[in-house]
């Protein structure tokens, strides 16, 4: 495939920074799980031990926040929620369906991505919070113990909902073909960016068509 038919979607620090953020992610999740229930006890085994993942699970946290975050200083704008994307949403039969001419313009991001965009942002605020009051030994001493359960229902609610967005997210990526390859390779064809994100195209490609 020649150079000109390609278009760069993420650069190499922002592929790294997704990437941090995505490994950081699942390996919460499982670590969290773990500690959850005893019935995933045994994923423990991935992290050295219950010991361990217990010590391990709040500073992979807040390698998480900290890398997200770093995201979402740049992306922010990109990711801002438009009447475009509540449109996109109601129509969400057509985007099922691929009947893209139903659909409103897409930018750099659909609203799919945006929608889970500020789910990320909302959640992993709300698991460094609660997480902070019951993280033992250091910080849940300091408050009362009905802080602490209800910090730890609060942590519960938000990381079952953080991995229902990252495993919709990960079939999203999976269906549409060519989206992997952008935050592997950081390039895109013109005719995926033209197909699927058609006013972001437009944007970098400065009018081509």
Known sequence: MKNDDLIERFKPADRANHWVTAITTILLALSGLALFHPAFFWLTNLFGGGTWTRILHPFIGVVLAVSFWMLALRFHKDNRITDADREWVRRFRDVVANRDQNLPEVGRYNAGQKYLFWLMVWTIVLLLVSGVVIWQPWFAPWFPIGAARVASLVH??????????????IYAVIWTKGTLQAMTRGFVTRAWAKHHHPGWYREVSKGAK
């Open 156 to 169: 519960a609610l938000a990381a079952f909902a953080l991995i229902a967005g990252i495993l919709v997210h």
